[in-house]
Nanobody, 121 residues
Framework: QVQLVESGGGLVQVGESLRLSCEAS????????MGWYRQAPGTQRELVAE???????YYADSGKGRFTISKDNAKNTVHLRMNRLKPEETAVYFC???????????????WGRGTQVTVSS
């Protein structure tokens, strides 16, 4: 079993920055993909950014140029630096991790419980 724990959310003013972190632990043979998603009330969960094994990254258009995702492989941790935050980015931010549990290749696809980000105008 794999657990993901997010941290770093909070209340900020418009234009300020936040850094979210997510640590994966448990039965981890490999991590193929770690990403950040967000969900505002009444909306669907959407991908914000992800990093795949090898270091390639993807960003939703809304965050390009302002958000940076990075991964610390030694600590099984992914960070999301968000600059110049906007009120419409107020949401619960979730971490997702996918990979293999063991050498047999059994896969996992797990989510954290989320961390609230509130951007006040």
């Amino acid at each position: 079993q794999v657990q993901l724990v997010e941290s770093g959310g909070g209340l900020v003013q418009v234009g300020e920055s936040l850094r979210l972190s997510c640590e994966a632990s448990g039965r981890i043979q490999s991590i193929n993909d770690m990403g950040w998603y967000r969900q505002a009330p009444g909306t669907q969960r959407e991908l914000v950014a992800e990093v795949i094994s090898g270091g390639n990254t993807y960003y939703a258009d809304s965050g390009k140029g302002r958000f940076t995702i990075s991964k610390d492989n030694a600590k099984n941790t992914v960070h999301l630096r968000m600059n110049r935050l906007k009120p419409e980015e107020t949401a619960v931010y979730f971490c997702r991790g996918r990979g293999c549990n063991n050498p047999r290749g059994d896969e996992y696809d797990e989510w954290g419980r989320g961390t609230q980000v509130t951007v006040s105008s």
